[in-house]
């Protein structure tokens, strides 16, 4: 026959409890003849007449004991099965709601919670519980929200491609080179959003490579400044950068030019005129390296938003356009870039006077 836990537990607590009146009687019965026959000797040899009444005296005891040593037993089984029942009963209660809520969770249904319990290690058991199923909740909303996302992304470069695709086929003629050239455009986006999910998908499952070296700064930078003053326009943001010359941390240099370039490229992209400044400097056990622009800033309530995977803000770019070129995935993947070489990124923002994003990496 299976028994359940709660059959068990109950069984377990049970036989303690006879074990321990079983061996009460034992010992009980073996010894208590031989006290009172004992005390029936120190009572005759202070002359006291029970001679000839000290067989009938321990038969007495015997009936005496026998009978109240069943009313025990009685009792004491009564009273520890219900007291073992209970115990069982308060200790498998959650587990049961435990295993009927990871059933529920198995059919889809995620947002079924366990109750508290009244013993401490069942409750963290339920809280621990409890917070696994709010992660796993996050990860379904964020899973749907994922593919909403990307289907989102690909149907507009798809729908594009397939129509001038189909107007060329239909018409029969060749293709134009106007038509080429955004067929050409239309497919390096989707290369690029493929390319960048599977750089996400890959730093989130923390299987980049990095070799983590020392990595001096001011040559970094100045690289870094003098490949994007090409795209600045006379009129535009001035580039500029500040560190001492001896600042260097350790990360991946791949990695860390990887995240400037995102950081860099998102300021040259929102900031038309005034200044974008590659800045660093050292803490105790850290160096801090911020970028800092003069561009049309982040609202308020979009700064929560800034590191999420296909977020995009209302802001307008140097274009005119609102920020809606790109992936949507720089940020993302640049927060955890940080984050796998043992830093933390932040973002500072006013709306219209711009933008500030620094994190921290390890000293070298």
């Known amino acids: ?85 209970w115990v069982a009963r308060r200790i498998t209660r959650p587990l049961v709601q435990m295993e009927r809520i990871a059933r529920s969770f198995a059919a889809g249904h995620l947002s079924e919670r366990v109750p508290p319990s009244d013993i401490p290690e069942l409750d963290q058991l339920s809280a621990s519980f409890n917070r696994m199923a709010l992660s796993l909740q996050d990860v379904e909303q964020r899973r749907r929200e994922l593919i ?16 001038y695709l189909e107007e060329v086929a239909e ?42 070296q020392p990595v001096a700064l001011p040559p970094l930078f100045e690289k870094l400044l003098l490949r994007f003053a090409a795209q600045i326009t006379e009129d535009g943001p001035r580039l500029n950068w500040q560190c001492g010359e001896e600042v260097s941390l350790l ?41 800092s622009d003069t561009g049309c800033g982040i609202a308020t309530d979009e700064l929560p938003h800034v590191f999420e995977r296909f977020w995009r803000s209302r802001r307008v770019s140097i ?18 870039l940080v984050e796998l070489q043992g830093g933390r990124i932040e973002v500072e923002s006013s709306l219209g006077k711009g933008s500030t994003f620094r994190f921290f990496l390890p000293k070298a």
Not at 52 to 63: A, N, P, S, V
Not at 257 to 285: F, M, P, Y
């Open 171 to 212: 018409q029969h003629q060749d293709l134009p080179p106007e038509t080429a050239r955004l067929l050409v455009r239309e497919t390096r986006r989707l290369e690029r959003l493929v390319n960048d999910l599977q750089e996400l998908s890959r730093a989130e499952a923390g299987q980049l490579p990095l070799a983590l």
């Open 1 to 85: 026959m299976n028994v359940g836990l709660r059959g068990r537990l109950f069984l377990s607590h049970l036989a303690v409890m006879l074990v321990g009146l079983a061996s009460f009687m034992v010992i009980s019965r073996g010894t208590s003849h031989h006290l009172f026959s004992g005390h029936l000797d120190r009572m005759v040899n202070m002359g006291r007449a029970v001679e000839e009444i000290r067989f009938e005296l321990l038969e007495g005891f015997e009936t005496a004991w026998s009978a109240s040593t069943a009313w025990s037993l009685m009792a004491g089984s009564l009273t520890a099965a219900g007291l073992s029942y």
């Open 148 to 163: 909403g996302d990307l289907t989102h992304e690909l149907r507009t470069p798809l729908t594009i491609v397939r129509g």
């Open 319 to 336: 274009s005119g356009n609102p920020s809606s070129s790109g992936t949507g995935i720089g940020l993302a993947i640049t927060q955890r």
């Open 251 to 291: 990360a991946d240099p791949d990695r860390l030019e990887q995240i400037l370039v995102n950081l860099l490229g998102n300021a040259i992209k929102h900031t038309r005129r005034g200044s974008i400044t590659l800045s660093a400097w050292e803490t105790e056990s850290h160096v801090w390296i911020a970028v």
